[in-house]
């Protein structure tokens, strides 16, 4: 055995006692305590490791833009459409120069694979595609993206999406997605986006259910297209904030169906806070849809991201764990266990989600490994833990030394 490297003394999530990784030409080799070689190392100190967090929903195209937009009510409505006035101008340097500053906070953060939808209509043109397909290029060292051909602003209110996105599907993105809630005929938008998915032998994934009324929901239409197709474990839907709306036995009902359907299912913690409830006085409900719940009923869950500082929300760092922790307030999830399994939604179960195989730390898979200054999942999330570093492949992707204090005797 060649071993290129070891990291010693880590902590894998439900372990205790640390142990040494090993790699071996890109790959984990080996995973044991005191692991006897001469190869070149880094001292974990018992620092946890993991694969690294996954964001399974984010826009790099429409990222940074907010200081181009006007904000006044803080609606869905006017963030759909200020970033659709805003798009038009875009440009591909422009986006690349955005989505990359993104990208590059993210990989810092312990991000080292993200799914991330592109708009693909009339008036953003190709010009984001194109730019996040060399973005994706040129950032091969550090992160796995992949990209969601997407339809933001409805599909048959708008001639000639339809076509565009049959063609990014030939030249290049890696899945298609709809937001049925922008048109006028949701189920027929569903239905078209599933065509041009199995024309294409792809994942499907839908912006779904952004409002806070019970009625009126999409999700039996899109549960039915996967069962009636035969695409379960290949159909995703995120935000779903009707969900957060319905009492316990109404939520475990369609709780079921989703997981016997094999749809995944994304929060987006930082959105859904800030553009749901606005009617509401007093008493703001949250929004969020309580994912740890349909979680324990066998469907796979995820948090993610979404926006950073655009009309959607106006804020944001690319810190997958931040919004892990933001999502376990919101739930009031405090035990150890349940903090475990909010880790997993941006880990594990994200992996699960975006169909990714070999992910974790484990003998063969690729050596993607991040160190957070945590001694374990749930207190990962507990602390925000930073990422200390990270390996794509076995190689060295990021480092942030840990800050330090200077005190003064006195």
């Given at each position: 055995?060649?071993i290129?490297?070891?990291?010693?003394?880590?902590?894998?999530?439900?372990?205790?006692?640390?142990?040494?990784i090993?790699?071996?030409?890109g790959?984990?080799?080996?995973?044991?305590?005191?692991?006897?070689?001469?190869?070149?190392?880094?001292?974990?100190?018992?620092?946890?490791?993991?694969?690294?967090?996954?964001?399974?929903?984010?826009?790099l195209?429409k990222?940074?833009?907010?200081?181009?937009?006007n904000?006044?009510?803080?609606?869905?409505?006017e963030?759909?459409?200020?970033?659709?006035?805003?798009?038009?101008a875009?440009?591909?340097?422009d986006?690349?120069?955005?989505?990359?500053?993104?990208?590059?906070?993210?990989?810092?953060?312990?991000t080292?694979?993200?799914?991330?939808?592109?708009e693909?209509?009339p008036?953003?043109?190709?010009?984001?595609?194109?730019?996040?397909?060399?973005l994706?290029?040129?950032?091969?060292?550090?992160?796995?993206i992949?990209?969601?051909?997407?339809?933001?602003e409805?599909?048959?209110?708008?001639?000639?999406?339809?076509?565009?996105?049959?063609?990014?599907l030939?030249t290049?993105?890696d899945?298609?997605?709809?937001?049925?809630y922008?048109?006028?005929?949701?189920?027929?938008?569903?239905?078209?986006?599933?065509?041009?998915?199995m024309?294409?032998?792809?994942?499907?994934?839908?912006?779904?259910?952004?409002?806070?009324?019970?009625?009126?929901s999409?999700l039996?239409?899109?549960?039915?297209?996967?069962?009636?197709?035969?695409?379960?474990g290949r159909?995703?839907?995120?935000?779903?904030?009707?969900?957060?709306?319905?009492?316990p036995?109404e939520l475990e009902?369609?709780?079921?169906?989703?997981?016997?359907a094999?749809?995944?299912?994304t929060?987006?913690?930082?959105?859904?806070?800030?553009?749901?409830?606005?009617?509401?006085?007093?008493?703001?409900?949250?929004?969020?849809?309580?994912?740890?719940?349909?979680?324990?009923?066998?469907?796979?869950t995820?948090?993610?991201?979404?926006?950073?500082?655009?009309p959607?929300?106006?804020?944001?760092?690319?810190?997958?764990m931040?919004?892990a922790?933001?999502?376990?307030n919101?739930?009031?999830?405090?035990?150890?266990?349940?903090?475990?399994?909010?880790?997993?939604?941006?880990?594990?179960q994200?992996?699960?989600?975006?169909?990714?195989?070999?992910?974790?730390?484990?003998i063969?898979?690729?050596?993607?490994?991040?160190?957070?200054?945590?001694?374990?999942?749930?207190?990962?999330?507990?602390?925000?833990?930073?990422?200390?570093t990270?390996?794509?492949?076995?190689?060295?992707?990021?480092?942030?030394?840990?800050?330090?204090?200077?005190?003064?005797e006195?």
């Open positions: 055995m060649a290129d490297f070891v990291i010693r003394n880590a902590r894998l999530p439900g372990m205790i006692e640390p142990t040494d090993t790699f071996e030409a790959r984990i080799a080996a995973i044991a305590p005191h692991f006897v070689c001469d190869a070149p190392h880094y001292d974990a100190g018992g620092k946890l490791a993991c694969g690294g967090l996954i964001e399974t929903h984010i826009h195209d990222a940074g833009i907010i200081s181009r937009c904000l006044c009510t803080g609606t869905l409505a963030a759909v459409s200020e970033t659709s006035r805003a798009k038009a875009f440009s591909e340097e986006v690349y120069a955005r989505a990359a500053a993104v990208v590059e906070k993210a990989v810092l953060n312990g080292n694979r993200l799914r991330t939808f592109v693909i209509d008036r953003a043109g190709f010009r984001s595609f194109e730019a996040i397909k060399h994706k290029a040129d950032h091969t060292s550090l992160i796995d992949e990209i969601c051909a997407f339809a933001q409805g599909l048959t209110n708008d001639p000639g999406t339809e076509a565009m996105l049959e063609q990014a030939r290049g993105a899945l298609v997605g709809g937001c049925p922008t048109d006028p005929e949701p189920a027929e938008h569903i239905r078209r986006i599933f065509d041009l998915a024309r294409h032998d792809v994942a499907v994934d839908f912006h779904l259910d952004f409002d806070l009324d019970p009625s009126g999409n039996p239409t899109v549960i039915a297209e996967t069962v009636a197709r035969r695409y379960q159909v995703s839907v995120g935000h779903v904030t009707k969900l957060s709306a319905l009492p036995e009902t369609i709780g079921r169906r989703l997981a016997e094999g749809i995944a299912l929060v987006l913690p930082s959105t859904d806070l800030f553009l749901t409830g606005r009617n509401s006085t007093h008493l703001i409900p949250r929004g969020v849809t309580p994912a740890h719940r349909l979680a324990a009923l066998g469907v796979v995820t948090i993610s991201t979404n926006n950073v500082l655009n959607f929300t106006p804020f944001g760092d690319v810190s997958l931040r919004m922790n933001l999502y376990a919101i739930a009031q999830i405090g035990t150890a266990d349940g903090l475990d399994g909010v880790f997993a939604m941006t880990t594990t994200a992996a699960t989600l975006l169909g990714t195989e070999g992910y974790g730390v484990a063969g898979n690729a050596a993607d490994v991040v160190l957070f200054d945590a001694s374990s999942a749930a207190d990962a999330v507990a602390i925000i833990a930073p990422a200390v990270g390996w794509k492949n076995g190689r060295q992707s990021f480092l942030r030394p840990r800050p330090q204090l200077f005190v003064r006195g």
